[in-house]
């Protein structure tokens, strides 16, 4: 019958294979093993080609990342290796489409990526001191309970208002700054109330110490001929704790007198290219760091600023040390203004949560209304 065909076929077709015994089985395996061995190495091969390329093809960015190290023999080797692995892709033409993606960018253009030393900037400015600053300490001093946090010291600010600040006219913002700033600038942009027109800036691993990598008094003169901001908000210094170079190529140790001289040296320039009639900086201190080094580098850098910004009545110190555990050391968890124990740091041990930074605005919002006159704030 017709419905048969098929089954008949089969049938037919199955009596025409020979059939496989152990010896079959066994070489069809090896065969399997052997080429599935091929296809791995091949891959392996790929991924290795496709990974040596994608180094070639950004190689400038090897480059900055080995820049941004702090200063010692291993950065030299790091970047000894990123300019060789350049110098390559450079000679192949391969880190052209990176070079043009950075273009259009316009990444490198600006004074701070081009002025390597902060002396550079006030070289053609013959810059004069706003008012004399205090040497620096040779210690942080002692305190209550034996440990040694940062001074709090905020100027006064004027009696009068600098201004009236209204919706039609709101106050000019500039929040500058290491990664630290980047969560707050967004709350001092968002939870207000006032009436500010932020433009804001973090820069990733930056600091005072290595001009070199970014060079922050060369951007500020930037951003103050292009946006004259009338506030200044800088959260700055996690990342200063290190070696220095001064003028002259010297590498400074940190923490040494000579580097505690330069560093002071450089928040007063900072400080002071900033000086301008109608102007107020905020100086955000920093809190407390999980690590034991880094904590006390930065008690070091907190109490340097304090008499830099003590000798300038238009710089105000944000003191947050005490709001993140202060003598009591880190802690993941603070209580806030609000009386709630909350998650106050990340798990890095450095930076604030969003919401920690949001307290941080809020100290800022409360000096500003004792700088200018917010028009129903």
């Not at 049938?11 to 089985?25: G, I, M, Q, S, Y």
């Not at 820069?203 to 070199?212: K, N, V």
């Amino acid at each position: 019958m017709e419905h048969t065909d098929p089954l008949e076929r089969a049938t037919h077709l199955r009596t025409r294979v020979e059939p496989w015994d152990d010896e079959k089985f066994k070489d069809a395996r090896e065969r399997d093993l052997r080429q599935r061995t091929a296809d791995a190495r091949a891959a392996v091969i790929a991924v290795l080609i496709c990974l040596l390329l994608a180094t070639l093809l950004t190689s400038g960015k090897l480059v900055d990342i080995a820049e941004r190290q702090e200063l010692g023999p291993t950065r030299d080797r790091q970047l000894a290796v990123a300019e060789a692995v350049d110098r390559v892709a450079n000679f192949l033409s391969l880190n052209r489409p990176y070079d043009l993606i950075q273009d259009i960018r316009g990444v490198g253009e600006d004074a701070a990526a081009r002025i390597d030393t902060i002396d550079e900037v006030v070289a053609d400015l013959d810059l004069e001191p706003v008012s004399s600053v205090p040497a620096a300490v040779d210690a942080p001093p002692e305190r209550a309970g034996g440990s040694t946090p940062s001074t709090t010291t905020t100027t006064e600010a004027p009696v009068e208002p600098l201004r009236t600040v209204t919706d039609d006219t709101p106050l000019t913002v500039f929040v500058g700054g290491d990664s630290q700033a980047e969560f707050l600038a967004q709350a001092i942009t968002t939870e207000s109330g006032l009436a500010l027109r932020v433009e804001s800036e973090p820069e990733i691993s930056t600091s005072l110490a290595r001009p070199d990598y970014f060079n922050w008094p060369a951007r500020l003169r930037e951003v103050d001929a292009a946006l004259m901001p009338e506030a200044v908000v800088l959260f700055l210094g996690a990342n200063d704790y290190q070696d220095m170079a001064d003028a002259d190529g010297n590498r400074l140790v940190q923490g040494s007198p000579e580097w505690r001289d330069e560093w002071t040296r450089r928040l007063g320039i900072t400080f002071d290219l900033l000086a301008r009639d109608g102007r107020h900086v905020f100086w955000v201190t920093q809190p407390p760091m999980r690590d034991g080094r880094l904590d006390e580098g930065i008690e070091l850098i907190n109490d340097l600023a304090a008499p830099v910004i003590a000798a300038r009545d238009f710089v105000t110190e944000i003191e947050i040390w005490e709001m993140f555990g202060g003598a009591s050391g880190f802690s993941e968890r603070v209580v806030g203004p609000d009386g709630v124990e909350t998650r106050a740091r990340i798990d890095d041990g450095v930076h604030l949560t969003r919401g920690a930074a949001s307290w941080v605005a809020d100290l800022v919002f409360a000096e500003m209304n004792e700088v200018w006159d917010f028009e129903g704030g």
